[in-house]
C-alpha cells in the first residue's frame, strides 16, 4: 500500500491568483495523477505525472493552466493558475501501484472567490 | 471505448439487511474491474479488484463483487449492512494494465439504523 500526504486540505482563494498543491508519498511509485471532482460527483483526470517524463494532460485541460512538477519518485505538485470561480473544486493526488491498485489523498477542497 | 455506468445515484438500505450497489461497464477487450469506496472528506479507498480467476472477489470490510461477464456486470455486495458503510461508491474500469482507470459516477449508499 501507499500513503499519501496531500498538502493544503482546503484553502479559499481570490480570483486572478495561483495555489499550488502538494503530494507527497511515503514510498517510491512510478505512475502519479491528479485528478478534479466536484462533491459527490465522479472523478475527472487532470494529468498523469511519471517521473522523468513530462506530465500528460487529458482533453481540456493544459499546462499553462494546470503546470504540474514531477522531482522525484515521492514527489509531485500541481499548480492551478489565475483561478476563476470555476476551478472550485476538490482536487485529488493518486499513485498507482504494479497490483493496479490506486491510492489516494485526502484532497484538497479550493473554494475561489 | 471504454466506459461504466452504475445506475442508481443512490441506495438506501436498513442496518443489517443485504446491500447491493450496481455496475455495468463496456470494454472492448477483458476488463480489469475496481471498487473504491469515499467516505467523507476523505480521498478514495480501494476495497476489491477483478483481472482473472474466480467470478467471486472478496474485499476489505466484507464486501464482495461478482464479475458476470455474459451480462458485463460487476455488482457489489454485502451480506448485511452497517451504518459505517454509508459512503460514496465508485465502480472503475480499463481495458489494459497500462491504460488510465475510468470511474462511474458513483453511487451514495446510506445504511438506515
Known amino acids: 500500500s501507499a500513503v499519501i500526504s496531500q498538502k493544503p486540505s482546503r484553502d479559499i482563494c481570490q480570483r486572478g491568483t495561483s495555489l499550488t498543491i502538494q503530494c507527497q508519498v511515503d514510498?517510491?511509485?512510478?505512475?502519479m495523477f491528479w485528478y478534479r471532482q466536484q462533491p459527490g460527483q465522479s472523478l475527472t483526470l487532470i494529468a498523469t505525472?511519471?517521473?522523468?517524463?513530462?506530465?500528460?494532460?487529458e482533453s481540456g485541460f493544459v499546462i499553462d493552466k494546470f503546470p504540474i512538477s514531477r522531482p522525484n519518485l515521492t514527489f509531485s505538485t500541481l499548480t492551478v493558475s489565475n483561478m476563476s470561480p470555476e476551478d472550485s473544486s476538490i482536487y485529488l493526488c493518486?499513485?498507482?501501484?504494479?497490483?493496479?491498485?490506486?491510492?489516494f489523498g485526502a484532497g484538497t477542497r479550493l473554494s475561489v472567490l | 471505448a471504454q466506459s461504466v455506468a452504475q445506475p442508481e445515484d443512490q441506495v438506501n438500505v436498513a442496518e443489517g439487511n443485504p446491500l447491493t450497489v450496481k455496475c455495468t461497464y463496456s470494454v472492448s477487450g477483458n476488463p480489469y474491474l475496481f471498487w473504491y469506496v469515499q467516505y467523507p472528506n476523505r480521498g478514495l479507498q480501494f476495497l476489491l479488484k477483478y483481472i482473472t480467476g474466480d467470478n467471486l472477489v472478496k474485499g476489505s470490510y466484507g464486501f464482495e463483487a461478482e464479475f458476470n461477464k455474459s451480462q458485463t456486470s460487476f455488482h457489489l455486495k454485502k451480506p448485511s449492512a452497517l451504518v459505517s458503510d454509508s459512503a460514496l461508491y465508485f465502480c472503475a474500469v480499463k481495458e489494459t494494465s497500462y491504460d488510465k482507470v475510468i470511474f462511474g459516477p458513483g453511487t451514495s449508499l446510506s445504511v438506515i439504523p
Open positions: 514510498s517510491q511509485v512510478t505512475m
Open positions: 493518486s499513485v498507482g501501484t504494479g497490483q493496479n491498485i490506486q491510492y
Open positions: 505525472a511519471n517521473q522523468g517524463s513530462e506530465a500528460t494532460y
